[in-house]
């Protein structure tokens, strides 16, 4: 046996309560006292375990401390699934623990210890219903129930699948109830109490099945706890305290005629918690010695007042072993590993200790088979789960499967490993809500956050809801604000430099046009210019603290720190509360005539910290100036009538109305049925178009008259180089791309030059006069007044859509044309003004509608969930364009919360594949990729089998080659096996479908050796 | 537990002159929807020796508050001057950020705030006066002292429940042979004063 006390598990100090080891014991979690709280840490296992892990830094210890119990915690338990953690407390809750899947590392505000917590347990539940201290919590096998107890004699059973509803409350105790115990086999519920008993209780009806009173009268109610314990094989029931001719014991009761007629007999004070080993040994068969049939044993650990802990195996008439002088004070509770050879016990003292046991000292644990059967010979029934559905998810049939579940679970472990760097990087990404980065938000916070006066005159903030609750399928949460990502909490330490040096603040708020091009070296950038910022703080700080010349001051002020500030009566909302404060009655009056000015200096200065910001990338800056440059061009290279959309970008973009306004001049005259708007000729105007090198295209209709005939000239200049090119007829629009500039004009001509000012073509004649011309690549699209479209291929001199009427989309209602674009694949798009985009695929020769802004199923497709993190940010292509940033999928998703799920399903299915065929018909390879990922996602998380399958058989396409086969290898330029190969491992994440996943796994593996 | 939790508070403008207004940023987050505001107060402490000289710079409601993660920027003006004694102007105070909820404060978050001379001279040979115009206001910013209070987040409260004072009803059911088993502050219980005999 070896005994090691991790030191660096303690609770500063405090008396740690419990202790329980997770069932996959990569981890344990201690309850108990806090600074001025309860505390729930969990810590990490391996470096108890191992040496060289606790020396390794790189390895972090503590996983996460939940400060949320206002009173000291007496009970920690992992559920026996390990999804969940109960904890119960003297603040006579309990509260259910969930780890949250996206969020990084962050601390607590303002706790002492800067250590950041590495994994995220969020409380997804709170339990209310005693009326005092929950002394302990247990869950029952298969973790159907969650059990808790109180000093308010009361025993509390939770439905566990559906907290926090109350199954049954379970009355007949006369004392303070401080241990639970379910039986293994699943029939009873055991309590001890300080009333001198014990009871069981049937879960079948869930009245008490006996009461055992003999072995406890002698007893005082002495102890802090009484975790008793049921053996694994269900036989024996082994209290906490019991006394037997006045000295303390552990009494043991046998579940045939509740008999107690043994018990464990040594400990010189009360015995406080028991703990059996949760496997069943047998003697190890040592070499030589002929192998006799012994019969299997438990093992269990008794500990006690006495601050010793015994281990007992029911095979020996003595104890295995008896530890003295392990701890300072009492011991709380005992919790072993579930392999059951490693045990960690908690005292009132503070301290952990861990004891690890070889096979040599306690047996042969008996496989579950060995367990089962055991089960099966006493109570006829096996404790495995027999429930098909669930044993197919525990069941892994292939090894390719177990290694990916395996390294789907060191991922956790080795992310952990790297907290430290990983904290560093986490600011870095990218917290964008509604297309705005944190950094952004926090820059204007003050001037956007909306302010309203009540109707008795007091300030009113609406709050920036900047991250919905990760709180999994306990909530629904819209899919418009982004779930809680890495880093999205700036962590405290960064924040004094953020705020106490502008620059560093202003350098932050630069990253907000995060192109993925922000690299690594920026980071460093940033970090190094964030440093002068910390050591500035902690000089100032220093210099603080040397310079309070007033010591005595400093404590009396530190009283004020702790005090609460007396309730003031009513402050709430009553006016006649406003008379309780002084000070802000006598300034009421002043104060907003002030408050006033100050909003006025504030809009002044903060428009001179917009400038300055802007100065200073031009010169230092500037590749990522040329990404804001994009972002901006972009948006008026694709111009959109849609108000409400420039509406929600006027301050990112300063430049824009400018071009809205000339675009509404265009098209926004309401248009007679088939007849659109064309845009009234000017003297003379000028546009920017192009996406890396700016095109400007500047024109100058009537120039000159040569000869009776007027001219117009149009000149374009791109990185410096300039053409100009002379018409005889007054330029109507002008546009271009990276590759030609088109030019239509009044007399219905449309002459195309190459991007040096070259003529690529003959002026072609149009029907009627242009309403509206576009340009991607070699592509270009005319949409005439008479609501015909055309798109021609430039470079191959072909045309891709042939004077293709508008009457499908645009007869049988009002609506008109509000926008049109080419997508760089010369897809052309045309949205109306009834919200409703359509899309034109040439080889189908149809219209497609791919966005409809009314819609019910995009504002009721919840599929948050399938989001990733990195796939957060939302796609980037013509399909969002056309959507708008503002899609409002899932804004209704939370109202639908009471719509039963396979509704909200099947709309969010549908919403899915829309976007997913329209990204296909839109030819957006990236936007086909990220809709497809989410969709998988959907699919495996609800189950959809056979939409999977054909998934997956499409992207497959046949094994072997055969020329009557139509597959086509590539979907949009994407090689299909590359996408199911980056499809199946989020496949493999739901064990259902492992066959499916080894299936394909295998085949693609197969295809790859050819 | 604490429905609302702070995340962090920025100072924002710091150091700064006095008479700037104070600025914070302050994230919470927020475990469901509340039916009511958070009331958010700046009390600036006039001076160490009495809370009479605390002024409450301002208070604002904050909501509506739907489960989630907030953030707002809490705006106040700067202390009135005339309120401050004069020996206690120049120096080492506290700035306090309350919330309340329903009228129970729950959280403090409490601020060493150094009021200095930028001017050297001025440093070395205070006026007996202060000269506001020439003092600068430095919070500490990296050093929140934090202090969280247990409140009644349920229902109209009619008294307001205090971690401090517990009670004891629950031991008053026991059976009069049975001593009470737990005293309130757990942590302090001689469970086993036996084995320090």
Known sequence: MKLLKPSWVSHNGKAIFSVDIHPDGTKFATGGQGEDSGKVVIWNMAPVLRDEDEKNENIPKLLCQMDNHLACVNCVRWSNNGLCLASGGDDKLVMVWKKAAFIGPSTVFGSSSKLANVEQWRCVTILRSHTGDVMDVAWSPHDLWLASCSVDNTIVIWNARKFPEIVTTLKGHTGLVKGLTWDPVGKYIASQADDHSLKVWRTMDWQMDTNITKPFNECGGTTHVLRLSWSPDGQYLVSAHAMNNSGPTAQIIERDGWKTNMDFVGHRKAVTVVKFNPKIFKKKQRNGSAPKPSCPYCCCAVGSKDRSLSVWLTSLKRPLVVIHDLFDKSIMDITWTLNGLGMLVCSMDGTVAFLDFSQDELGDPLNEEEKNAIHQNIYGKSLAVTMDTQLSSTIIENPEMLKYQQERRAAPTSSGAQGASLENQTPKLTNVVNGESLEDIRKNLLKKQVETRTADGRRRITPLCIAQLDTGDFSPALFNSVPILPGSSVAPQLTPQLSSDSNTANSLCLKANQEPAASPTKTTDDKDSGTPAVNSASLKSNLLLTTASKIEPMKALDSRFTERSKPTPGVTSSPAAAAAMPVSTVDRVKDTSVLKDWKMKEETSSDSEDKVQKVPPLVKRKPEMEGAEVVEKRKKGRPRKDAKLMMAVPQAFPQTPVSVEKETVRVSAPAVTLKLPTPAVQKSFSSQVGTDSVLYLEVENEVSVVAGARLSQLKCSRDGREWDAVLPSRIAVVTGSSDVVAVACEDRTLSIYSSCGRRLLPSIMLPTPISALHCSGFFVMALTASATLSVWNVQKLTAVVKNESLNSILLGSDATVSSSMLTDQGVPVVGLSNGKSFCFSSSMETWNLIADKQDALVQCADFRNCVSAQDALGSVGPLATTQGRSLSAGRLASRLSSTPHHLQQGMTLAFLEQQLSSALVLRSSSEYRHWLLIYTRFIVNEGYEHRLRELCKDLLGPVHKSSTSSWEPTVLGLRKRDVLAEVLPVIGQNLRFQRLFTEYQDQLELLRLK | ?197
């Open chain 2, 1 to 197: 537990m604490a429905k609302v939790q702070v995340l962090n508070v920025a100072v924002l403008d710091n150091p700064s002159p006095f008479g700037n207004p104070f600025q914070f940023e302050i994230t919470f987050e927020c475990m469901e929807d509340l039916p009511e505001d958070l009331e958010w107060k700046i009390i600036y402490v006039g001076s160490a020796e009495s809370e009479e000289y605390d002024q409450t710079l301002d208070s604002v409601l904050v909501g509506p508050v739907p489960a989630g993660r907030h953030m707002f920027v809490f705006q106040a003006d700067a202390p009135n001057t005339g309120l401050i004694p004069e020996s206690d102007a120049v120096g080492v105070t506290v700035v306090l950020i309350t919330c309340t909820y329903r009228g129970q404060e729950f959280i403090r978050i409490g601020y060493y705030v150094n009021n200095e001379y930028t001017d050297a001279e001025l440093r070395e040979n205070p006026p007996l006066k202060p000269d506001y115009g020439q003092l600068q206001r430095n919070i500490l910013a990296s050093n929140p002292r934090v202090t969280r209070f247990h409140i009644n987040w349920e229902g109209c409260s009619e008294k307001m429940e205090d971690s401090e004072n517990v009670d004891p009803a629950p031991n008053a059911m026991l059976p009069p042979s049975c001593p009470p088993g737990k005293a309130p502050p757990l942590g302090l219980m001689p469970d086993n004063s036996m084995d320090c005999l």
